[in-house]
């Protein structure tokens, strides 16, 4: 479970000052015609929650630098663990990480190369971390793209139904399978998917995400990592679709009794179409947010199951580095990782704006 | 003049409350799925507490373990033993006390700090308010692994820093909680009454609005302990664990580390892992029926 999107509640950002904001509304804002212009509602809108965004990443930015740099302790010390060194050579060290400057110095230091894309050299690879990152986010994205889509697309399908026919057998035993499955730790989870269909059934691979020995050409590669994509994809999917099925059942039951459906229903249309093009465009609207909120565990959702599965993504890359330790790394994948979700945040409002009325005319 | 007669307002008050508690406990009975959960959570507790009496300490010892290594189960070793010889079952049973330790004090913790910034920042506004607002949203956005993970790397690994860094990252879901049930609470005609005779803030807050507000933390709060005991065997898992106890996550922590799935020990994997399974779903259909019981919203739905 906690492999799980983040929780819903953060999608309810509300607009609270919009009310205040109409009062204080100057006559710039109303053309010639003596009509509200309409684009500034949403500039005002944006500019907010634009605003609030950067506000959350300086916030990360500075309590990254104050986690790993300052609770942390000296670095030089883990670097320098087992062999003896001379001062001379720890100032030398000190100096090359920019240790010898003012505290200031080395905050403003940080924040400039974090924003220029600077983000320092591994101690473990002794390589731009820049690098390291653009070369493992792609298999992260497969893993946990493949796995949000199937979760969500499996959530909805049977949240709808369920929902539909609250109380039957499909909806019990959905519900029953859901909470089982979603209460399992996904470590675990996939230990035993490993231990299953890899080490008894020898269906699929144990781990990784290709075999030495594929011919290099596209399709042979494309059809290997397919292979060794199987099992973590099951294992991620498993573990987040009930979250996504018990939102869409209780946005189904919220609709149910409505009085727009009975009107369908009196038109004389079938219970599918009554269902279909009645009731879950309405009970998407709250959901399809959560799915933009969701989008920021793309980048980081997976760490459990990368690491089962030793699949060579961001989160195995962040979980090697805390043993290591590779601090640099770390405050990096951090930084990043926190971003993507405000990031995401910041989208499934704007998003929110487009797709309910009910916040533009307030 | 007896307080019973004249009904004296404790004396009412505690009728009042023994009422709505009776009433609370009908509707939480008449939930199926709540009872079972209940019964399940009941029978794993009862374990945990009896443990020690069951079990000698000892069974946990590295040096004196008698069995064979990762031997599957036999009359001697129900569910066969770890890569010392040690007995699964005991391990298992044994790691239930620290797994369940450290899910409830964390959500403790975490439901304590909540219900005050909850409390206060809906009752007092302003820029505390607006402050406090802000921060608990910042944290509910942060990736809570990866905030845990981060921290428990730079802090060392003890289990009352993990204790500290899961009550940290599941703060702010109750801090929202509380803040809009304190400004509906807010809203209502008695605590206009409250403040017209005078009632000072802390009277308002403890006597008027935590009444009001404590059920439905009452109910997060069993949905928080299975997300707390669920974080507490990954980080475990990952090796992030207080290396001096046994609990479930560091049982599996220790079976990836020395082979068991290449070894196909599934008695290994097993015992531990369904553990988790079965507390973190007992705790889910408690807190799934308290809800329903106390929050007016979902009343009405299975």
Same mark, same amino acid.
């Given at each position: 479970?906690?492999?799980?999107?983040?929780?819903?509640?953060?999608?309810?950002?509300?607009?609270?000052?919009?009310?205040?904001?109409?009062?204080?509304?100057?006559?710039?804002?109303?053309?010639?015609?003596?009509?509200?212009?309409?684009?500034?509602?949403?500039?005002?809108?944006?500019?907010?929650?634009?605003?609030?965004? @950067?506000?959350? $990443?300086?916030?990360? /930015?500075?309590? +990254? #630098?104050?986690?790993? %740099?300052? &609770?942390?302790?000296?670095?030089?010390?883990?670097?320098?663990?087992?062999?003896?060194?001379?001062?001379?050579?720890?100032?030398?060290?000190?100096?090359?990480?920019?240790?010898?400057?003012?505290?200031?110095?080395?905050?403003?230091?940080?924040? @400039?190369?974090? $924003?220029?894309?600077? /983000?320092?050299? +591994? #101690?473990?690879?002794? %390589?731009? &971390?820049?690098?390291?990152?653009?070369?493992?986010?792609?298999?992260?994205?497969?893993?946990?793209?493949?796995?949000?889509?199937?979760?969500?697309?499996?959530?909805?399908?049977?949240?709808?139904?369920?929902?539909?026919?609250?109380?039957?057998?499909?909806?019990?035993?959905?519900?029953?399978?859901?909470?089982?499955?979603?209460?399992?730790?996904?470590?675990?989870?996939?230990?035993?998917?490993?231990?299953?269909?890899?080490?008894?059934?020898?269906?699929?691979?144990?781990?990784?995400?290709?075999?030495?020995?594929?011919?290099?050409?596209?399709?042979?590669?494309?059809?290997?990592?397919?292979?060794?994509?199987?099992?973590?994809?099951?294992?991620?999917?498993?573990?987040?679709?009930?979250?996504?099925?018990?939102?869409?059942?209780?946005?189904?039951?919220?609709?149910?009794?409505?009085?727009?459906?009975?009107?369908?229903?009196?038109?004389?249309?079938?219970?599918?179409?009554?269902?279909?093009?009645?009731?879950?465009?309405?009970?998407?609207?709250?959901?399809?947010?959560?799915?933009?909120?969701?989008?920021?565990?793309?980048?980081?959702?997976?760490?459990?199951?990368?690491?089962?599965?030793?699949?060579?993504?961001?989160?195995?890359?962040?979980?090697?580095?805390?043993?290591?330790?590779?601090?640099?790394?770390?405050?990096?994948?951090?930084?990043?990782?926190?971003?993507?979700?405000?990031?995401?945040?910041?989208?499934?409002?704007?998003?929110?704006?487009?797709?309910?009325?009910?916040?533009?005319?307030? | 003049?007896?307080?019973?007669?004249?009904?004296?307002?404790?004396?009412?008050?505690?009728?009042?409350?023994?009422?709505?508690?009776?009433?609370?406990?009908?509707?939480?009975?008449?939930?199926?799925?709540?009872?079972?959960?209940?019964?399940?959570?009941?029978?794993?507790?009862?374990?945990?507490?009896?443990?020690?009496?069951?079990?000698?300490?000892?069974?946990?010892?590295?040096?004196?373990?008698?069995?064979?290594?990762?031997?599957?189960?036999?009359?001697?070793?129900?569910?066969?033993?770890?890569?010392?010889?040690?007995?699964?079952?005991?391990?298992?049973?044994?790691?239930?006390?620290?797994?369940?330790?450290?899910?409830?004090?964390?959500?403790?913790?975490?439901?304590?700090?909540?219900?005050?910034?909850?409390?206060?920042?809906?009752?007092?506004?302003?820029?505390?308010?607006?402050?406090?607002?802000?921060?608990?949203?910042?944290?509910?956005?942060?990736?809570?692994?990866?905030?845990?993970?981060?921290?428990?790397?730079?802090?060392?690994?003890?289990?009352?820093?993990?204790?500290?860094?899961?009550?940290?990252?599941?703060?702010?879901?109750?801090?929202?909680?509380?803040?809009?049930?304190?400004?509906?609470?807010?809203?209502?005609?008695?605590?206009?009454?409250?403040?017209?005779?005078?009632?000072?803030?802390?009277?308002?807050?403890?006597?008027?609005?935590?009444?009001?507000?404590?059920?439905?933390?009452?109910?997060?709060?069993?949905?928080?302990?299975?997300?707390?005991?669920?974080?507490?065997?990954?980080?475990?898992?990952?090796?992030?664990?207080?290396?001096?106890?046994?609990?479930?996550?560091?049982?599996?922590?220790?079976?990836?580390?020395?082979?068991?799935?290449?070894?196909?020990?599934?008695?290994?994997?097993?015992?531990?892992?369904?553990?988790?399974?079965?507390?973190?779903?007992?705790?889910?259909?408690?807190?799934?029926?308290?809800?329903?019981?106390?929050?007016?919203?979902?009343?009405?739905?299975?």
């Amino acid at each position: 479970m906690t492999d799980a999107p983040p929780p819903a509640d953060g999608a309810s950002t509300e607009a609270p000052s919009a009310g205040r904001a109409q009062s204080r509304r100057s006559p710039r804002d109303v053309n010639e015609h003596g009509e509200r212009r309409v684009s500034s509602g949403f500039g005002r809108y944006l500019l907010k929650h634009a605003g609030g965004a @950067a506000v959350s $990443l300086l916030l990360v /930015l500075f309590s +990254s #630098f104050f986690i790993f %740099r300052l &609770i942390a302790g000296d670095p030089i010390d883990q670097l320098t663990k087992e062999r003896p060194v001379s001062p001379e050579q720890r100032a030398a060290m000190r100096a090359e990480l920019g240790l010898d400057q003012p505290l200031w110095q080395q905050f403003w230091d940080y924040i @400039a190369g974090t $924003l220029t894309m600077d /983000l320092g050299e +591994s #101690f473990q690879y002794r %390589r731009p &971390i820049f690098d390291l990152i653009v070369e493992r986010l792609p298999a992260t994205l497969l893993l946990s793209g493949t796995g949000m889509v199937l979760a969500v697309v499996l959530g909805f399908w049977i949240g709808t139904r369920s929902g539909w026919k609250q109380g039957s057998r499909f909806d019990r035993g959905h519900v029953a399978t859901g909470l089982v499955l979603y209460s399992a730790p996904t470590f675990w989870l996939g230990m035993i998917v490993i231990l299953v269909f890899a080490r008894y059934l020898g269906l699929f691979p144990v781990n990784g995400m290709r075999s030495p020995s594929t011919p290099p050409d596209f399709w042979s590669q494309a059809v290997d990592i397919g292979y060794h994509l199987v099992l973590p994809v099951l294992t991620y999917t498993a573990v987040v679709y009930a979250g996504y099925l018990m939102i869409m059942r209780s946005s189904i039951l919220d609709e149910i009794g409505s009085d727009y459906l009975t009107t369908a229903r009196a038109k004389g249309l079938r219970d599918d179409e009554v269902r279909q093009k009645h009731a879950v465009p309405n009970a998407l609207l709250p959901t399809v947010t959560l799915v933009f909120l969701a989008l920021g565990s793309v980048v980081n959702g997976s760490i459990v199951t990368e690491t089962v599965f030793s699949w060579p993504g961001l989160g195995t890359l962040f979980v090697n580095s805390i043993f290591y330790p590779d601090r640099p790394v770390l405050q990096a994948l951090f930084v990043l990782f926190s971003s993507s979700t405000i990031l995401a945040v910041l989208c499934a409002e704007i998003l929110y704006w487009f797709i309910d009325p009910r916040i533009r005319r307030s | 003049m007896t307080a019973t007669n004249a009904l004296s307002p404790r004396a009412l008050r505690r009728a009042r409350r023994r009422q709505s508690l009776s009433r609370s406990w009908a509707a939480y009975r008449s939930q199926k799925t709540g009872m079972w959960g209940l019964v399940l959570l009941g029978a794993i507790v009862v374990l945990a507490i009896a443990t020690p009496v069951l079990i000698d300490a000892s069974a946990l010892s590295v040096t004196q373990a008698t069995g064979g290594r990762m031997a599957p189960p036999s009359a001697e070793y129900p569910l066969g033993t770890d890569e010392t010889g040690r007995s699964v079952l005991a391990l298992t049973l044994w790691g239930s006390r620290l797994s369940l330790v450290i899910g409830l004090t964390a959500t403790v913790v975490a439901i304590v700090i909540g219900t005050a910034v909850g409390v206060t920042s809906g009752h007092i506004g302003g820029w505390y308010g607006w402050i406090a607002l802000r921060l608990s949203d910042w944290f509910m956005v942060l990736p809570s692994l990866v905030v845990a993970i981060a921290l428990l790397a730079v802090l060392g690994r003890s289990m009352a820093t993990t204790i500290t860094v899961i009550a940290l990252v599941s703060w702010p879901g109750t801090t929202r909680l509380v803040r809009a049930q304190t400004l509906t609470v807010q809203s209502r005609p008695y605590l206009e009454r409250a403040k017209a005779l005078g009632a000072g803030h802390w009277h308002q807050m403890t006597k008027h609005i935590l009444p009001n507000v404590l059920p439905l933390v009452l109910a997060s709060a069993t949905l928080l302990v299975p997300s707390a005991i669920l974080m507490e065997s990954s980080l475990a898992w990952l090796g992030l664990g207080d290396p001096g106890v046994v609990s479930w996550g560091s049982i599996l922590n220790r079976a990836s580390e020395n082979g068991a799935v290449s070894a196909h020990a599934w008695w290994y994997l097993l015992p531990p892992g369904l553990a988790i399974l079965l507390v973190v779903l007992a705790f889910m259909l408690c807190g799934r029926a308290l809800e329903a019981v106390f929050n007016p919203r979902l009343r009405g739905e299975s």
